[in-house]
């Protein structure tokens, strides 16, 4: 290469950083960390689905009062736990429309004279 003229080729990029797959229930608002007891007890979980039925969903801090309701629960760790196996609804494409509607200039009757 030196004697030629032709200068050396530049080095190799450095590897692409390994990324990890979070699942999806991690990385919603609130879920991004998980907590030291992730469990929970069977008298937990039957407080908060009575608080969630019993509690108006227009009273302002709707869940800081539910989260008063569940015994060793917090507003988030109940949001988080209550809307953890919800599923989101699923996105339909739009296709293109390919055919000729009745309503256009192509399809109209001719006009009467």
Same mark, same amino acid.
């Given at each position: *290469? *030196?004697?030629?003229?032709?200068?050396?080729?530049?080095?190799?990029?450095?590897?692409?950083?390994?990324?990890?797959?979070?699942?999806?229930?991690?990385?919603?608002?609130?879920?991004?960390?998980?907590?030291?007891?992730?469990?929970? %007890?069977?008298?937990?979980?039957?407080?908060?689905?009575?608080?969630?039925?019993?509690?108006?969903?227009?009273?302002?801090?709707?869940?800081?009062?539910?989260?008063?309701?569940?015994?060793?629960? %917090?507003?988030?760790?109940?949001?988080?736990?209550? *809307?953890?196996?919800?599923?989101?609804?699923?996105?339909?494409?739009? @296709?293109?429309?390919? @055919?000729?509607?009745?309503?256009?200039?192509?399809?109209?009757?001719?006009?009467?004279?």
């Amino acid at each position: *290469f *030196f004697s030629s003229g032709i200068p050396p080729p530049p080095p190799p990029p450095p590897p692409a950083p390994v990324t990890t797959i979070v699942p999806y229930e991690r990385q919603r608002a609130g879920a991004a960390a998980p907590q030291n007891d992730e469990t929970w %007890s069977f008298d937990q979980t039957s407080a908060l689905q009575a608080a969630y039925l019993a509690v108006d969903p227009t009273v302002d801090n709707y869940w800081q009062v539910i989260g008063r309701a569940v015994p060793g629960r %917090s507003a988030e760790e109940c949001f988080t736990k209550y *809307f953890d196996n919800v599923e989101l609804p699923r996105v339909h494409k739009v @296709r293109a429309r390919s @055919r000729v509607f009745p309503a256009s200039p192509e399809r109209l009757p001719p006009p009467l004279l």
